[in-house]
């Protein structure tokens, strides 16, 4: 069964601190990787992977996929409050349907 | 549209009743997707329509649950004699096919 795990399930930070927040797969014909951030209930898009070790960046976020170990990493660097929110991690597939799968999210809150 | 829209945004019901969730999706995107996303809980996929056809309504929990989608825009999904466990928040996105999708704000679903 294709599955998408995320880790931590919740972490709490100070202003200024670096978060990394974790997600590994296991699926048959994988296609890309994504990072959405969820504050209310509408998640938005950061990034898309679909190449080991090519580094994604946007200001204070950044994100990385290894294909040969199955994870990716969001790191976010001098958190503010307004990162405070769920991070989810998806997996799209190849065969055929453009079915995206979700891990559970990491509730991320940044105390000021 | 500018973004997908999704009605109504909050629906409080009582247990038995049949209730209709409507998404119309962002203007030339031909892909729909729905997903269900419970307290606390990651996005738990339900069907994905590519124009007005449904390749993919593997993750449809029960025969309660129906969808369609009509001139390859606008999606209802139907819950017929809804239970307390289908309670949620009822996610719609849209995409370009093979590309990022882009969701609603939701529908917030409560059975009482």
């Known amino acids: 069964e294709d599955k998408v795990v995320q880790s931590p399930l919740s972490l709490v930070v100070h202003e200024g601190d670096t978060v990394t927040l974790n997600c590994s797969y296991e699926?048959?014909?994988?296609?890309?990787l994504l990072w959405y951030k969820q504050e209310k209930k509408a998640p938005t898009f950061l990034f898309m992977l679909?190449?080991?070790?090519i580094e994604k960046k946007s200001g204070r976020l950044s994100s990385i996929l290894d294909k040969k170990e199955l994870f990716s990493i969001l790191n976010i660097t001098a958190t503010q409050t307004g990162d405070s929110a769920v991070y989810l991690c998806?997996?799209?597939?190849?065969?055929?349907?453009?079915?995206?799968?979700f891990g559970t999210g990491t509730r991320l809150k940044v105390l000021a | 549209g500018a973004g997908v829209s999704q009605s109504p945004s909050n629906k409080v019901t009582e247990k038995g009743k049949d209730v209709e969730l409507r998404c119309d999706p962002i203007?030339?995107?031909?892909?729909l997707y729905w997903y269900r996303q419970s307290l606390g809980q990651g996005l738990e996929f339900l069907i994905y329509?590519?124009?007005?056809?449904?390749?993919?309504k593997s993750g449809l929990p029960s025969d309660r649950f129906s969808a369609e989608r009509t001139g390859g825009s606008v999606s209802t999904l139907t819950i017929q004699r809804t239970q307390q466990e289908d309670s949620a928040v009822y996610l719609c996105?849209?995409?370009?096919?093979?590309?990022?999708?882009?969701f609603g704000e939701g529908s917030w679903l409560t059975v009482v």
């Open positions: 996105a849209s995409s370009s096919p093979g590309n990022t999708i882009y």
């Open positions: 699926v048959t014909n994988f296609r890309s």
């Open positions: 679909t190449s080991s070790g």
């Open positions: 998806a997996v799209t597939l190849t065969s055929g349907t453009y079915k995206y799968i």
């Open positions: 203007s030339g995107h031909t892909a």
């Open positions: 329509f590519q124009g007005n056809s449904a390749p993919d």
